[in-house]
Each structure stands twice: as structure tokens, then as C-alpha cells.
């Protein structure tokens, strides 16, 4: 069976660690910047990066409505840190007018671990990954987001384990995460969403 092609926004952010990850996870990976692009692609990865600066550049890419919509209709898309935040219903510390992607019915608050940890590490728990129950998994947060309140067809796959907050979810063909599993080696989340890809195509 020929590999899933799956598509990296490329307007900002950490584009070639993505297209990395996915080729290690089994996929075939490319940026995407135009709305052209879209219409091949079997699923989406929203790099991290500064959500107000992708908000902006989609807009200016004519990028924003395209992507509302095929992520509306279906189509699988992960994001990681200002990803995450892109495919949120709703913000709480956006700046005036920003506006996401969505998708997903959570409520995402913008640089919430606050400025004394801008950067850090933590193993988390997932759930939900390769069959096992839980697994630990080294992750690298970066002015990090979390998740304040997601609706009840929002599945939690992991905790921050010193603050207990929500770290990583699933709502069907959609995943968010608030750290860049695109900077350390382990390829599961990358799996776990061509995994997905898969199922869905
Ligand atoms: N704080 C950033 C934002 O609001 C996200 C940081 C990141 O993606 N590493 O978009």
C-alpha cells in the first residue's frame, strides 16, 4: 500500500522536524503553504511556533478559510504548541481578534505554565498509545499551552504531571498536544497520528 501523504504547514514554525518525524512514522511528508496544496493530502501537521503569527500568515496566505473547512469536513490534523492552540474551539489569553482553525471542543489557554518555566521537561503519562495502557514519554514544553476545559467527545491522552494539567487530547481524527514530540526522538505520537491517517483514508 502506498504511504500516506501527509501535508506540514509551512507559513512558521518547526516545519522540518515534523517532516522528520512523519517519515520516520511511515508517512510521506510535505510542506504546504498555498490552498492549492491542500487538496492531496490525506492529513495535516500544524507546527508549533507563535499561534498569532500563524493566525496572521494564514490569513495573509489566504490559508484560514481553506483550512476551516477541510479540517470541519474531516480531514485528520495534529498540532503541537501553537498547533494545539490553531485547533482549538476557543482561546483564553489570545491577543484581541485572534482567531484558530478549530475542531477540536476545548478551550486552550495561550502560555499558561507561565514565564518562570518558559522552557521545560517533564515525563508524562499518555494513554492510548500502541496498545499499551499508559506509557511514559519525555516531552519538551516552550511557552506551552494547555487545555482549560474540553467537551465531553474530548479524550485526555496525557497530564503534565507536576501542574496535573491536560497535555495532550484526541477529539476522533484530530489530535493536539501542548509540547513538540518533533524534537525528541520518540516517533510514537507521530505514529499514532499516521495511525490515524490511516484509519480515517
Ligand atoms: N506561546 C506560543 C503561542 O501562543 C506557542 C509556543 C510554541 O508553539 N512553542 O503561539
Known sequence: MT???IGVLALQGDVPEHLRALEDAGARAVPVRRPEELHQLDGLVIPGGESTTLWRLSVAFDMLEPLRKLIASGLPAFGSCAGMIMLADRLADGVAGQLTYGGIDMTVRRNAFGR???SFESDITLSGLDG????ALRAVFIRAP???QNGENVAVLGTEQRTGRIVAVRQGQLL???F????TPDRRIH???VDIVKDNT
Open 180 to 183: 513538540h514530540p518533533e524534537l
Open 191 to 193: 505514529e499514532l497520528f
Open 116 to 118: 518562570q518555566v518558559d
Open 3 to 5: 504511504a500516506r501523504v
Open 146 to 148: 494547555w487545555v482549560e
Open 176 to 178: 493536539a498536544t501542548a
Open 132 to 135: 499499551s495502557d499508559a506509557t
